[in-house]
């Protein structure tokens, strides 16, 4: 069975989003990493990062709307259809708890194994998928989402003490001799103390589960408000809802620690407007508003193997840039996932719901009255060539 690349991406446009968004997330995971201090802590506070992403995706995505409209119109909009913006309350708690999570396990773990760890969320998004919209997987889209999680589970093999195992001592010594000669550059030691075994029944372990869930329930219940109850309301009014949603959310957990006011503060202030720290800061905003496109004009099970395709190229740059080594366990877990990817190309999960495919970013902006008459338009078609 060939590929299907026209069900994968409708439109070159829906690919150039793909791959948009496959680039800034393996950016977020080494600008995090690179941000962090010798002792893998953060010289900032990370919630008023998050806090502050947020702030910047809100500015962002009104001025987006306003190239076609004005603030009067967008204020009408959001009184309009108040009632998608408490609904997206949840996405933007679940999102809130995400991207805050992300900071503390990347002080855990190396980017690599944080984004093998994340694909267990493969299967649950799946699930999760066939609940909200009634669309059943079919045997192959199965095998391959299994596969998938499979490879990510095939990390935490320590092939390297049954290769110790299997030889002499003195060649053992050997090896462990070159390693430890091989780890005394500066990016090296930055790395120090960076959980690169995966899965091991810890703290960290329940902080990577509570992420892996936040991240299916919010992209999935995302993906439904953009397509179905959101279906009409302009793409970017709908990321002015979530951002707004999530700005308050970020806000209420800086006030339950009692920092909210100490957040802003010119001393904290000054350690975030750094280059490291404002590089997260955009970089994060673009994944917010790129997200949105994805999940509106493909869906969150593709997502999910967008997700699964950074570790290729996040276990390379990480080599490079940090010398964090690639071992056996992790080239064969990318080899499975690649495959479980491969499967999936050949029948991919088709969901556009309410939604038209994306030609252009004009249709993105297109005022929802018009969206319902094309759609109306098309329904008549289609009832006319059943006739």
């Not at 066939?130 to 093999?157: A, D, E, H, N, P």
Request: a neutral charge; hydrophobic letters at 45%.
């Amino acid at each position: 069975m060939s590929t299907n690349w026209r069900e994968l991406f409708p439109t070159k446009l829906t690919f150039v989003i793909f791959l948009l968004y496959m680039s800034l997330f393996i950016g977020q995971g080494i600008f995090v990493t690179a941000s962090q201090e010798s002792n893998n802590s953060y010289g900032y506070n990370t919630v008023t990062v998050v806090l502050l992403t947020e702030v910047f995706k809100l500015i962002v995505s009104t001025c987006l709307y306003c190239r076609d409209n004005n603030l009067s119109s967008l204020v009408r909009d959001v009184h309009k259809d108040r009632n998608v913006l408490a609904l997206y309350m949840v996405p933007a708690f679940l999102y809130c708890l995400y991207n805050n999570l992300a900071f503390v396990n990347l002080a855990t773990f190396d980017p690599t194994t944080y984004y093998l760890l994340l694909q267990l969320r493969v299967v649950v998004t799946g699930i999760l998928f066939q609940i909200i919209f009634k669309k059943y997987l079919s045997q192959r889209q199965w095998i391959s989402l299994i596969l998938l999680t499979l490879g990510c589970m095939m990390k935490q093999v320590n092939f390297g003490s049954i290769y110790s195992d299997a030889n002499d001592d003195s060649e053992s010594a050997a090896i462990q001799q070159r390693q430890s000669l091989n780890r005394t550059t500066a990016a090296e030691t930055h790395a120090h103390g960076k959980n690169m075994s995966g899965f091991d029944f810890s703290l960290s372990a329940v902080f990577i589960l509570a992420q892996t869930i936040c991240s299916c329930l919010a992209g999935v219940y995302n993906e439904y408000l953009l397509k179905d109850k959101g279906a009409d309301v302009n793409i970017f009014v709908q990321n002015v809802f979530m951002y707004l949603d999530s700005i308050v959310c970020n806000a209420v957990i800086l006030l339950l620690r009692g920092e909210l006011l100490d957040a802003f503060s010119p001393q904290n202030l000054g350690s975030i407007m750094r280059f490291s720290v404002l590089i997260i800061i955009v970089n994060n905003a673009a994944i917010g508003i790129v997200t949105s496109f994805f999940l509106k004009y493909m869906n969150s099970i593709l997502k999910t193997f967008a997700s699964a395709l950074e570790l290729l190229f996040t276990a390379v740059l990480c080599y490079f840039l940090f010398s964090i080594p690639i071992y056996m366990n992790t080239a064969l877990a990318i080899a499975v996932v690649s495959y479980a990817i491969y499967l999936y190309t050949q029948s991919p999960v088709v969901n556009l719901g309410k939604v038209r495919p994306l030609s252009s970013l004009s249709d993105a902006t297109t005022k929802s009255t018009d969206k319902r008459k094309l759609l109306d338009e098309e329904a008549a078609e289609s009832d006319l060539d059943m006739v």
